[in-house]
């Protein structure tokens, strides 16, 4: 018979995933019909979260922040009803507002384990929050720390805990209270229709992720480590910050849920629209690829990369695709991802010869083609450049570390 509690359960999973070199994949949802399907795409985590409900209602994330409604009233309702009801094995994680005066803390924690949520995660939170809000919410007695003792709290009742962090100081505040996931929060997510339009750059990000990891590296907890938001909205964000993080795995809310729904319903409703208009439709779609929306040019370009990168990219070329001037082109890509077209290319392509390197015995000649490296001595000195390391020496701490 099976002892181990829920949250034992639970970090046994995660565990198995990552040393099986699988990701872990938690995602953030107001309806069931979002979390039902996010699990038969693989999630290994659901959160209940109040800004997810207020994505159902056609509203920005930010909304969870605003007194709308009571934060822990409408995820206790909808996570109850909706989402327990959809997803019976998988973990639901309940998003809880800790600073609210008017819950007794310890009670409440209680009342979310025996409904049936697996743990806890504090959001809203006052990590989003500076300025003079701040303080006055602070003055006031509200602050991050009561977000800290909650996740101290549910975790002396072994529920499962994660915990969103901005800086290094709350993420020691969170591994001395117990967390068991520590996720480095990069700010409102970016992209979509709704998307925040100002955000970090993606370098930026890994920046503050590295600083945020290394203090989880020092800990004795060993915390599963994990991001979120900001610049990171597409898979291939998610893997810049697995190449330059040692993120284990993403958090995501309207990656999944509202950016998707937006380009569904979008293309759906137009394509009824022109059904049976042949001549129109042409004009429709023409009409449309001119919209006033602005191209994302620097998301092409990423994408470009992941399916070229063995190849000879120019991005004057691509910018001659656009329309555009090199110069333009290359200021955007810079101000978005926070480093410049030729170091992110190249960062991409020693990546990839990290991972051929570890799961295949082919020569360092043979890899440094198969990345996009004719020239092997210009392979070899970027991949120091990048690594510290020659090709051969990255080689050999492989081959000592599984010998």
């Known amino acids: 018979m099976n002892l181990a509690t829920q949250r034992e359960r639970i970090l046994e999973h995660l565990h198995t995933q990552i040393k099986a070199e699988e990701h872990i994949i938690g995602v953030a949802v107001g309806a069931g019909i979002s979390a039902k399907y996010a699990v038969k795409g693989g999630a290994d985590l659901i959160l209940a979260l109040n800004s997810g409900r207020f994505r159902q209602m056609g509203l920005g994330s930010i909304a969870g922040f605003m007194p709308f409604a009571n934060s822990n009233e409408m995820v206790m309702d909808f996570g109850s009803r909706e989402i327990l009801s959809v997803v019976r094995d998988n973990p639901v994680v309940f998003g809880l507002c800790g600073t609210d005066p008017l819950i007794d803390l310890p009670s409440y924690l209680n009342t979310i384990h025996s409904s049936g949520f697996a743990g806890i995660i504090n959001y809203p939170t006052l990590g989003l929050i500076d300025g003079k809000f701040r303080e006055a919410l602070e003055e006031e007695g509200m602050s991050y720390l009561q977000e800290v003792e909650a996740v101290r709290l549910a975790h002396e009742r ?3 805990t994660l915990a969103f962090v901005f800086n290094t100081e709350q993420a020691s505040f969170m591994l001395d209270a117990g967390a068991d996931v520590i996720c ?3 700010g409102v997510t970016a992209g979509g229709l709704m998307g925040t339009k100002k955000v970090l750059s993606l370098e930026r990000g890994a920046e503050i992720a590295r600083q945020i990891f290394a203090v989880c590296d020092a800990s004795e907890r060993n915390p599963i480590k994990l991001v979120y938001g900001g610049p990171v909205h597409t898979p291939i964000d998610v893997q810049y910050m697995y190449d330059n993080t040692s993120a284990m ?23 009824f629209k022109i059904t049976g208009q042949l001549e129109q ?3 429709l779609m023409d009409k449309l690829s001119r919209s ?9 370009v990423k994408e470009h990369i ?4 063995m190849n000879n990219i120019s991005l004057t070329d691509l910018a001659d695709q656009f329309h555009v001037s090199r110069t333009h082109l290359s200021a955007l890509f810079n101000k978005e991802v926070g480093c410049t077209f030729p170091e992110y290319i190249a960062k991409y392509r020693i990546h990839k010869a990290q991972d051929v390197m570890k799961h295949t015995k082919l020569s360092l000649t043979r890899i ?12 070899s000195k970027t991949f120091k450049k990048y690594t510290g390391l020659t090709p051969q020496n990255f080689r050999k701490q492989i081959e000592d570390k599984y010998t």
């Open 184 to 186: 480095a929060h990069l």
């Open 292 to 300: 006033e929306e602005p191209y994302d040019y620097v998301f092409f």
């Open 281 to 283: 439709d042409q004009q």
């Open 306 to 309: 992941t399916q070229n990168y």
């Open 368 to 379: 440094a083609e198969l990345v996009g490296y004719p020239d092997y001595v210009h392979f």
């Open 249 to 271: 795995g993403y958090v995501g809310g309207s990656s999944f849920e509202r950016i998707p729904t937006e380009e569904a319903i979008v293309e759906a409703t137009y394509r």
């Open 158 to 160: 072994d529920m499962f």
